[in-house]
């Protein structure tokens, strides 16, 4: 889920029958959907510059995964880039929300249940789609963890990610006032999920955020 401090309370939970009809029938890997079609539907949905910058934070922190799994690059980086583009117009992490809204918006244009399903694990607290695969695992870990490294950039004079280190961000975790609604226990138990240690995790998303650091504003350009 995007960190973003006026986030609305969650809503009711929404069986998962309702959600996702044909669990039984889920393909194992890849999606019928490209890059590009991906992120036309996030340009549709989503106008928000901060929203979009970071749909693809957690497309890249995916993308990276995928390499260091041995899985798609490209599966994995469709849910990353997909994952929240409902939630500018459907705020509400709810039945009649994000991301089950999004979920149906999918599927009537056709996109795979692998990703929808992967979208709909990111928030099981209303969805009860349990995160089963790494995929799944991935997306939930490295979510809210690029809202902290974005923050953490930006309060930087030089507002370049390239300057910012696993150790700051470490500081900054440890302060519990800074981007307080990044829950850092929900972080560290999914990193614990995917068998990788924390700092280690933080790395692999710093690196994958710093590859793609002007399309992130995160450049330094903003502090000149």
Not at 171 to 182: H, I, L, M, P, T
Request: no cysteine.
């Amino acid at each position: 889920m995007w960190y973003n401090p006026a986030r609305r309370a969650i809503g009711p939970f929404v069986h998962l029958s309702q959600i996702l009809p044909e669990v039984t029938n889920l393909r194992k890997v890849g999606s019928n959907l490209n890059r590009d079609e991906a992120w036309q539907i996030v340009a549709e949905y989503t106008a928000s510059d901060s929203l979009r910058k970071h749909m693809l934070s957690v497309e890249a922190a995916m993308r990276a995964y995928a390499a260091r799994f041995n899985a798609d690059p490209d599966d994995w980086g469709v849910v990353g880039l997909l994952h929240d583009f409902d939630y500018e117009r459907y705020p509400d992490v709810a039945v009649e929300g994000h991301p089950v809204v999004g979920s149906k918006i999918l599927r009537e244009r056709g996109v795979s249940e692998d990703i929808i399903r992967g979208i709909l694990s990111h928030a099981t607290e209303v969805t009860g789609v349990q995160r089963e695969t790494l995929m799944e695992k991935t997306l939930y870990a490295v979510d809210e963890l690029t809202g902290l490294i974005t923050a953490t950039a930006l309060v930087r004079p030089s507002k370049n990610i390239a300057d910012v280190t696993v150790s700051s961000v470490k500081r900054k975790w440890k302060d519990k006032a800074f981007a307080a609604g990044v829950n850092r226990a929900e972080i560290e138990q999914a990193a614990r999920d995917l068998n990788v240690p924390l700092d280690e995790h933080i790395g692999v998303v710093l690196q994958a955020m710093q590859a793609i650091a002007p399309a992130l504003g995160l450049d330094g350009r903003a502090g000149q």
